[in-house]
């Protein structure tokens, strides 16, 4: 075996100012101010923040105040891009002195269109705009993001909403996302019971002890690189009633992400961070707080932070309850009477789309020579097709030849709910997920159509505070 020569090696003086003590920088913090000057509109906050064509935000005002905005159209401008937070704060202390109905139509609209922008969304929209409408829109050759081509479709409804034939192409954007939800939506909320009527006091020593129980729990994440907001839910024109939901609104560098990049015609192997986002959803009224993060394995550990930092809790997450769901009955035709006897004012109809069922074994199994056993879970999805006329029972009778569910488990549910027209908007259908012990797809749907699922399900028995 050769040898491998070494240079010869000559310590070196280094340099005066890498003998000096280093400090760290603090970062500047480059936000606006929405939180504050409209904490009661998180979505059309997010709105202005997101769109890059500015235009469309004086059009969306001036489509719910029924006149051009004559305040706001001079802090848009024509600038490109989004706006920068000095105009951005201009912008919503305008709208804060807006009549209290003009509000609380932009944020129900604003919540519409960011829900419709996810992934699924996104899709759908892209399906509504033809490549000569993004071209004459845009007016230039990148191609508008997903939040400007929303709100430009809810815009086209506006200006058709009296013609013979409305431009309804964001309705129909609503629906596809919908339908694909139901198959592939797996953004789960773990669910737990709290303090009933207190309202939450989330200030500065709160926020930095947050964040201090954050980096706890994500030991990568920085002080600085943490981004909390929190916001408060209520009817606008109702100032005197209590507040429906708060708010809280977590993001930091908190995943690992690693990919490829090809350069030269080199393959070069890449691993940064990315963002995690995480939210907080307390209804005070009802004593229940919602927890969503990807990370789904700290959801116990997260709602504990929330009630130590928030409400002064002590002691371990397995003292502070959960919301939970209650899936046996669906194990019995019988749910099907009830569904339709017990459905609330507002809920025009329920379909079961899926019941997972399972049968849980112990089997005797030998890891490293030793006998152990393992509990062994094989479940089964008994779907319902949109387009069968069989009830879920009959299919997985006839189909899978389970004509008695009472032997099972039934860890998850899908349920479709036929929302019944407001005054904001027509009749659609929702998805809802459930999954036991506590998870329930929530973060999907608006304010009004979550307050009647939760209602609907404690009707039908399958929501426990425990």
């Known amino acids: 075996m050769s040898e ?15 003998l000096q003590p280093k400090t760290k920088t603090a970062k500047t913090r480059q936000g606006d101010n929405g939180m504050v000057i409209l904490g009661g509109m998180q979505h059309f906050v997010t709105l202005v923040r997101k769109i890059k064509h500015t235009k469309l935000i004086g059009e969306f005002i001036e489509s719910a105040l029924g006149s051009p905005p004559i305040a706001v159209l001079p802090l848009l401008g024509k600038a490109e891009g989004s706006l920068s937070p000095e105009r951005r704060d201009a912008v919503f202390k305008e709208v804060v002195q807006l009549d209290a109905s003009v509000q609380l139509k932009l944020e129900l609209i604003s919540e519409r269109i960011d829900l419709l922008c996810d992934n699924y969304g996104a899709l759908a929209i892209d399906e509504m705009l033809t490549d000569e409408e993004i071209a004459r829109f845009c007016g230039k050759k990148e191609s508008p993001a997903r939040f400007d081509r929303a709100l430009y479709l809810y815009l086209q409804l506006t200006k058709t909403v ?22 592939h939506c797996k953004k789960f909320a773990s669910h737990f019971a709290c303090i009933k009527g207190v309202t939450p006091v989330f200030d500065d020593s709160a926020r930095e002890k947050f964040k201090l129980g954050l980096m706890a729990l994500f030991p990568q994440i920085e002080s600085e ?33 690693f990919y490829q990049q090809v350069r030269a015609g080199v393959v070069h192997d890449h691993e940064t ?56 009955d669906f194990r019995d035709s019988e749910m099907l009477a009830r569904i ?38 094989n479940c089964l999805d008994i779907r319902h097709d949109r387009y069968e006329d069989r009830d879920i029972y009959t299919v997985a009778k006839d189909e899978h030849h389970l004509a008695d569910l009472s032997q099972y488990a039934v860890p998850q549910v899908k349920l479709s709910m036929r929302i019944a027209r407001t005054l904001h908007r027509k009749s659609h259908a929702v998805s809802v997920n459930l999954k036991v012990p506590n998870d329930f797809n929530e973060g999907d749907k608006t304010m009004e159509d979550k307050n009647l699922i939760y209602a609907q399900l404690q009707k039908l028995g399958c929501a426990h505070r425990y």
């Open 4 to 18: 491998i020569e070494k240079a010869p090696f000559e310590k070196q003086t280094p340099p005066a100012a890498d």
């Open 162 to 183: 009296s013609a013979m034939r409305p431009d309804d192409r964001f309705e129909h954007a609503e629906a596809r996302q919908e339908l694909v939800r139901r198959v």
């Open 225 to 257: 690189d943490i981004v909390i907001e929190s916001f408060e839910k209520r009817d606008l024109t109702k100032p005197d009633q209590p507040v429906e939901l708060h708010t809280l609104h977590a993001k930091f560098n908190g995943s690992n992400v």
């Open 273 to 328: 961070t990315s963002l995690t986002s995480l939210s907080y959803a307390l209804y005070a009224e009802k004593g229940l707080l919602v927890v969503y993060c990807d990370h789904e394995e700290v959801r116990g550990d997260l709602a504990g932070l929330f009630r130590d930092v928030v409400f002064d809790g002590k002691g371990d997450i397995s003292t502070m309850p959960m919301y939970e769901f209650n899936l046996d």
């Open 340 to 377: 339709k006897s017990n459905r609330i004012d507002g809920i025009e109809s329920i379909t079961i789309r899926t019941i997972t069922v399972a049968k849980n074994h112990s089997r005797d199994v030998f890891v490293k020579g030793r006998a152990m056993q393992r509990r062994v879970s």
